[in-house]
């Protein structure tokens, strides 16, 4: 039997409540400490706004919707990358600094991916 982490949660049902509140802990903790996180929730809820009120057809508001969402996301998972290369070492470091980098890259891609998808509904919306 392979070890398991004393923080491994529970099987089924059980697991469900605490893992929301984990998720909830998670996105408090973004919300407070990441400065790109609280710009881009002010962005999609704009966005969310513009897009609900856009008369245009549910599939493309769930694009648009979903589009900001993702960048939330990936940002989400930079954070992480680059809360675990701290706590690991704050020292300068090529290994540190590409992952860090990557995280950022990714974050960038999903902005240019929203951006596009907000660009071709919009066009197809108006022309």
Known sequence: MEPVSEFKSKRGLGRILP?????MDGLKAAYRNEHAFRQEVVV????VIIAMSL????????LLI?????????ELFN???????????????????N???MGSA??????????????????????
């Open 66 to 74: 979903g589009s900001l969402l993702f960048v939330l996301i990936v």
């Open 19 to 23: 893992a929301a509140g984990y998720a």
């Open 106 to 127: 990714a974050v960038m891609l999903a902005i240019l991916f929203a951006a596009a998808a907000w660009a071709v509904v919009l066009y197809s919306r108006f022309y």
């Open 55 to 62: 008369s245009i057809s549910g599939f493309q508001k769930l």
């Open 44 to 47: 999609v809820v704009i966005g």
């Open 99 to 101: 992952a860090k980098d």
């Open 79 to 97: 954070s992480a990358i680059e809360a675990i290369v701290d706590r690991i070492s704050l020292e300068r470091h090529p290994l540190s600094k």
